[in-house]
T-cell receptor, first 115, second 111 residues
C-alpha cells in the first residue's frame, strides 16, 4: 500500500463553521505533512509531524489546528476561516530515518472553498 | 534564502523531447526532486537525484544536475499527451524533509 488517502475531496464551509480534513497512510511512515496549494502556485509547507510530535509550524494562523492522533493519521481542524484560505490542502508522508531519500508521498488533496 | 526557479510554460509536439529547467540556491541540498501534478490531483514523485550525481536516467526520463551552476533539468523523451501536467522541481535534505518547491512548469503536449 503506497497510498496517502485524504478526505473529504471537496469541502465548502462558511466562515463560522468548524470542519476537519483527514489524512491516512499505512506505509509505516513516521513523518506527515500538511501543505497548502493556491491555484497556479507551488505547494507551501504548513506543518510537519515527526513521530506524532509537531516539528515544524510555518507560522500558520491558529485558525488551522493540526492533530496527529497516531502514526497513521493526520487531521487538520479548521475554524473561523477566511475566503483567502480557499485552496487545495495536500497531505504527505515520508520516512524519517537519516540517509533516506526523503521522498514525500502525497495524497490527492482536499479542495476547500470558504464562503 | 532558499529559492527554486523554473520557467512557467513549455509547449512541445507529441513524440518530441521536452526539457524542463530549474535553478536552485541552497548548495546544502542533498536531494533534488521532480514531481508531476495532473489537474485536480496531488503530486507524484517522478524521480530524484542525489546531489553528488550529475545524471540519472529512468526509462524516458533523464535528469541532469550541474552542481556548480545549481542547475537541474528534466528531459522527457518521446513526449506523450499523457505527459501534459505541471512539473515541480524541489530541493531537500532527505529523511524528515522540508521540501522547497519551484513555481512549476506547465507542459502542454500537442499533436
Amino acid at each position: 500500500d503506497t497510498e496517502v488517502t485524504q478526505t473529504p475531496k471537496h469541502l465548502v464551509m462558511g466562515m463560522t463553521n468548524k470542519k476537519s480534513l483527514k489524512c491516512e497512510q499505512h506505509m509505516g511512515h513516521r513523518a506527515m505533512y500538511w501543505y497548502k496549494q493556491k491555484a497556479k502556485k507551488p505547494p507551501e509547507l504548513m506543518f510537519v509531524y515527526s513521530y506524532e510530535k509537531l516539528s515544524i509550524n510555518e507560522s500558520v494562523p491558529s485558525r488551522f489546528s493540526p492533530e496527529c492522533p497516531n502514526s497513521s493519521l493526520l487531521n487538520l481542524h479548521l475554524h473561523a476561516l477566511q475566503p483567502e484560505d480557499s485552496a487545495l490542502y495536500l497531505c504527505a508522508s515520508s520516512q524519517v530515518a537519516g540517509g533516506d531519500t526523503g521522498e514525500l508521498f502525497f495524497g490527492e488533496g482536499s479542495r476547500l472553498t470558504v464562503l | 534564502g532558499e529559492d527554486v526557479e523554473q520557467s512557467l510554460f513549455l509547449s512541445v509536439r507529441e513524440g518530441d523531447s521536452s526539457v524542463i529547467n530549474c535553478t536552485y540556491t541552497d548548495s546544502s541540498s542533498t536531494y533534488l526532486y521532480w514531481y508531476k501534478q495532473e489537474p485536480g490531483a496531488g503530486l507524484q514523485l517522478l524521480t530524484y537525484i542525489f546531489s553528488n550525481m550529475d545524471m540519472k536516467q529512468d526509462q524516458r526520463l533523464t535528469v541532469l544536475l550541474n552542481k556548480k551552476d545549481k542547475h537541474l533539468s528534466l528531459r522527457i523523451a518521446d513526449t506523450q499527451t499523457g505527459d501534459s501536467a505541471i512539473y515541480f522541481c524541489a530541493e531537500g535534505s532527505g529523511g524528515y524533509n522540508k521540501l522547497i518547491f519551484g513555481a512549476g512548469t506547465r507542459l502542454a503536449v500537442h499533436p
